[in-house]
């Protein structure tokens, strides 16, 4: 059975750091691109960055892009975001999954509050 489990979310100020994993299991996703999404309350998800297969090139969205690291241990099968200078914008719950996402496979996600 395929799962993504996320962690490290919490209640963090604004202009704090925070870093969130996912650890995933039952099948080897290093031949897959990854990334994070975050849904927001009252809005859709969205995505915020990708980790490619290919050389693990990193995109971002422009609203993190500089802020925030993706990244990926491929002999843990867990990917990484490193997430700087957060914002209360950043506020929402983070998922991690292929891109584009396989829909069959979304975890509960990792709260990520930032405080004003």
């Known amino acids: 059975q395929v799962q993504l489990a996320e962690s490290g979310g919490g209640l963090v100020q604004a202009g704090g750091s925070l870093s969130l994993s996912c650890a995933a299991s039952?099948?080897?996703?290093?031949?897959?691109?990854m990334a994070w999404f975050r849904q927001a309350p009252g809005k859709e998800r969205e995505f915020v960055a990708v980790v490619r297969w290919i050389a693990d090139r990193t995109e971002y969205s422009d609203s993190v892009k500089g802020r925030f690291t993706i990244s990926r241990d491929t002999a843990k099968n867990t990917v990484y975001l490193q997430m700087d200078d957060v914002r209360t914008e950043d506020t929402a719950v983070y998922y991690c999954?292929?891109?584009?996402?396989?829909?069959?496979?979304w975890g509960q996600g990792t709260q990520v509050t930032v405080s004003s």
């Open positions: 039952g099948r080897d996703f290093s031949s897959y691109s």
């Open positions: 999954n292929t891109n584009p996402p396989l829909p069959t496979i």
